[in-house]
């Protein structure tokens, strides 16, 4: 059967920086609890004037140019979303002309923190099966504008920014050796939006009740976090007959460090080799993994041929692992 390579992966991050002690000027919060509680130092903070799609064809462009392809190589562009820029379209329709990708195939998908894993599980079939040679997959997010500033048990995590990969059916390293998905929607309440869907359509009320933002009970998130992680990756692991030794770096969803500290323990891996950028960027969602992965590049942390674990997890629930050999 055919492979499917990583080419290339980007980034954009919004300018503003907001800190913790930006935090402490208008919420009943502190940076003590804010670093101790979750390894958070700062995020960042979109434009008024940016929208979602605006900072997913930003890190498109830089992942197209790391890849050395063209618009005119895409196949399919797929982004992963949880703050899109509206219900209807998709993101990936407002950003697909943004990116001249006019014509091609564009859908976004909604697995929350786990997007970009998935998206890039999917753009691994298309290319496996002949159907495309360049998928652009983008994660993409704005959590800033879907959270109450005035809920300290969320608004202090989260951030926005934006990630890409080019999946391809040729590359000179960044193979996809495999990919396992999971979801359990008996879950759903434990992360989510009550009102803007036909569950309840938006109305006076649930504008006053602040039902369009999220919502999330992080202490029941938590302990479920690790143990999914952690399963799913031995479940790959045992799939491509590999130990936990053969893993070289995780690069996780960067929900909490104090999750990724309990992952790093249960799989037995260093925590030299896991990559860690939440103290920058607070959890962004579908982006956090390439803007881990991307920086973890640039820094030069990583080889040809190390084997990457991308594991992930968030609302539906959502959780899953790729790993890629470098
Ligand atoms: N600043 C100060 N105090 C805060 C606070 C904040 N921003 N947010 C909550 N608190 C308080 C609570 O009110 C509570 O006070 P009480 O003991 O007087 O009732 C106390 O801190 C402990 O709250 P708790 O929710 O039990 O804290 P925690 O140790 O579980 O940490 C999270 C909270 C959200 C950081 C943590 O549970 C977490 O990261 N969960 C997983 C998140 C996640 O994975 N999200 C989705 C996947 S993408």
Same mark, same amino acid.
């Given at each position: 059967? /055919?492979? /499917?390579?990583?080419?290339?992966?980007?980034?954009?991050?919004?300018?503003?920086?907001?800190?913790?002690?930006?935090?402490?000027?208008?919420?009943?919060? !502190?940076?003590?609890?804010? $670093? @101790?509680?979750?390894?958070?130092?700062?995020?960042?903070?979109?434009?008024? +004037?940016?929208?979602? !799609?605006?900072?997913?064809?930003? /890190?498109?462009?830089?992942?197209?140019?790391?890849?050395?392809?063209?618009?005119?190589?895409?196949?399919?562009?797929?982004?992963?979303?949880?703050?899109?820029?509206?219900?209807?379209?998709?993101?990936? &329709?407002?950003?697909?002309?943004?990116?001249?990708?006019?014509?091609?195939?564009?859908?976004?998908?909604?697995? /929350? &923190?786990?997007?970009?894993?998935? %998206?890039?599980?999917?753009?691994? @079939?298309?290319?496996?099966?002949?159907?495309?040679?360049?998928?652009?997959?983008?994660?993409?997010?704005? =959590?800033?504008?879907?959270?109450?500033?005035?809920?300290?048990?969320? &608004?202090? $995590?989260? %951030?926005? %920014?934006?990630?890409?990969?080019?999946? !391809?059916?040729?590359?000179?390293?960044?193979?996809?050796?495999?990919?396992?998905?999971?979801?359990?929607?008996?879950?759903? +309440? $434990? =992360?989510?939006?009550? *009102?803007?869907?036909?569950?309840?359509?938006?109305?006076? +009320?649930?504008? +006053?009740?602040?039902?369009?933002?999220?919502?999330?009970?992080?202490?029941? =998130?938590?302990?479920? *976090?690790?143990?999914?992680?952690?399963?799913?990756?031995?479940?790959l692991l045992e799939e491509l007959g590999m130990e936990d030794e053969g893993i070289d770096w995780i690069i996780p969803h960067q929900a909490n460090v104090r999750i990724l500290q309990s992952l790093a323990r249960r799989l037995r891996v260093p925590w030299e080799r896991v990559v860690v950028n939440i103290e920058r960027y607070g959890?962004?969602?579908?982006?956090?993994?390439? #803007? *881990?992965?991307?920086?973890?590049?640039? @820094?030069?942390?990583?080889?040809?041929?190390?084997? #990457?674990?991308?594991?992930?997890?968030?609302?539906?629930?959502?959780?899953?692992?790729?790993?890629?050999?470098?």
């Amino acid at each position: 059967m /055919a492979e /499917a390579y990583i080419k290339g992966i980007g980034t954009y991050a919004p300018q503003r920086v907001m800190t913790n002690f930006d935090w402490e000027k208008v919420l009943d919060t !502190s940076n003590e609890w804010i $670093l @101790q509680r979750t390894g958070i130092r700062e995020r960042r903070i979109a434009a008024p +004037e940016e929208v979602t !799609s605006d900072l997913g064809a930003q /890190a498109a462009r830089d992942a197209m140019e790391a890849a050395g392809v063209s618009p005119g190589d895409i196949d399919l562009l797929i982004c992963a979303t949880a703050s899109p820029d509206t219900l209807l379209p998709s993101t990936a &329709c407002w950003m697909q002309p943004k990116l001249g990708l006019e014509g091609k195939p564009a859908f976004d998908i909604s697995a /929350a &923190c786990s997007g970009f894993a998935y %998206g890039l599980t999917i753009a691994e @079939q298309f290319v496996k099966a002949g159907k495309c040679n360049n998928v652009l997959v983008v994660g993409a997010e704005m =959590l800033s504008r879907m959270m109450d500033w005035e809920d300290r048990s969320i &608004c202090v $995590l989260l %951030g926005d %920014g934006a990630g890409a990969a080019v999946v !391809s059916s040729e590359g000179d390293g960044g193979r996809i050796l495999g990919s396992r998905l999971h979801a359990d929607g008996t879950y759903a +309440e $434990l =992360l989510w939006m009550p *009102a803007g869907g036909t569950r309840m359509p938006a109305s006076h +009320e649930t504008v +006053e009740k602040k039902l369009h933002y999220y919502t999330m009970k992080g202490n029941e =998130l938590f302990k479920i *976090a690790v143990k999914s992680m952690a399963d799913v990756t031995r479940e790959l692991l045992e799939e491509l007959g590999m130990e936990d030794e053969g893993i070289d770096w995780i690069i996780p969803h960067q929900a909490n460090v104090r999750i990724l500290q309990s992952l790093a323990r249960r799989l037995r891996v260093p925590w030299e080799r896991v990559v860690v950028n939440i103290e920058r960027y607070g959890n962004t969602s579908a982006a956090s993994v390439p #803007l *881990a992965w991307k920086e973890a590049l640039s @820094q030069g942390k990583i080889q040809r041929g190390d084997r #990457l674990l991308l594991v992930t997890f968030g609302g539906g629930l959502t959780w899953s692992a790729v790993l890629v050999e470098w």
